[in-house]
């Protein structure tokens, strides 16, 4: 009953919306990481702290375009079934289900904290460094164990980089505003 009632709020255009922000997430995080190893590799930071802001892009932008409670979760979840059931992009198995999902629970908790849709600048901007700085410091929890001074880098990149990220994705959905296309979502 609750999962129909959920559901209802989205258009059938929305839901598009919301797939296309999955995938393309998804497409652009093998190509984005082994760039961003190129810097982080000698630093010994890894690579998603720095690529994450560009990829957690995707999920920001799709609840700033769509502006419903719950988008960037569910940006999240289909994230996590795609890479579990490809099998392809992520090492991780099926701790990337948690891994994946928790950005996109952070970006929601922030924008109903906020009560923001992703409608401005700010609100876009800290869900950018929101999700990243999650998603990095879950896969610190799970993988890679850290150091503190290590840790605290990697978690300061994560912040830089996702709050670029969320700038990038506002500057997106104001183009979209200039063309009006952000009203049909």
């Not at 700085?133 to 290590?150: A, D, K, M």
């Not at 990697?154 to 959905?173: D, N, R, T």
């Amino acid at each position: 009953m609750w999962g129909r009632k959920f559901f209802n709020g989205f258009s059938v255009f929305n839901l598009v919306v919301i797939a296309m922000m999955a995938a393309l997430g998804i497409a652009t995080k093998p190509v984005v990481v082994p760039l961003a190893h190129i810097i982080t590799g000698p630093l010994y930071i890894p690579g998603g702290a720095i690529a994450g802001g560009f990829y957690m892009m995707w999920i920001v932008l799709g609840a700033g375009l769509v502006g419903k409670r719950g988008t960037a979760t569910l940006i999240a979840v289909v994230q996590a079934i795609m890479v579990i059931s490809l099998g392809i992009f992520g090492t991780h198995g099926i701790m990337s289900f948690f891994t994946y999902i928790l950005p996109g629970l952070a970006v929601d908790i922030v924008l109903l904290i906020s009560r923001h849709r992703g409608c401005c600048l700010g609100c876009l901007f800290i869900s950018g460094i929101v999700a990243n700085i999650s998603g990095t410091f879950l896969v610190n929890i799970v993988f890679f164990r850290l150091p503190l001074v290590p840790l605290l880098l990697s978690l300061s990149s994560a912040a830089l980089s996702g709050g670029l990220g969320g700038v990038i994705a506002y500057m997106i959905i104001n183009k979209f505003k200039d063309f009006n296309i952000s009203e049909s979502i």
